[in-house]
């Protein structure tokens, strides 16, 4: 089992920055990969970031190119997400995800097995 608890999220004007923290307890995390998704409210949840277990690889939506940076520190068992420049469209429920496969060194954007409860971020305009 493990345990994904995120924090960082807040009220930021457009064009801030965030840094949300995902902070993994209950097994080490470095034989998961992780990722971050979002839900703007009336909408449904997709995927925003992921990280494979080493941190080695790493896949971006579209929208958050360029701006979003998802990182990981093993030794620690967090995952990161530093959101630059927002965007008002960059409201919403943010969760951490963890999917257990020590086999690989990818990412996964899917079937992750588990979630944390979600921080929200909100920018305004």
């Known amino acids: 089992q493990v345990q994904l608890v995120e924090s960082g999220g807040g009220l930021v004007q457009a064009g801030g920055s965030l840094r949300l923290s995902c902070a993994a307890s209950?097994?080490?995390?470095?034989?998961?990969?992780m990722a971050w998704f979002r839900q703007a409210p009336g909408k449904e949840r997709n995927i925003v970031a992921a990280?494979?277990?080493?941190?080695?690889?790493?896949y971006y939506a579209d929208s958050v190119k360029g701006r979003f940076t998802i990182s990981r520190d093993n030794a620690k068992n967090t995952g990161y997400l530093q959101m630059n420049s927002l965007k008002p469209e960059d409201t919403a429920v943010y969760y951490c995800?963890?999917?257990?496969?020590?086999?690989?060194?990818?990412?996964?954007?899917?079937?992750?097995?588990?979630w944390g409860k979600g921080t929200l971020v909100t920018v305004s305009s």
């Open positions: 995800a963890a999917k257990y496969n020590p086999y690989y060194n990818r990412v996964h954007s899917d079937g992750m097995d588990y």
């Open positions: 209950g097994r080490t995390v470095s034989t998961y990969g």
């Open positions: 990280i494979s277990r080493s941190g080695g690889n790493t």
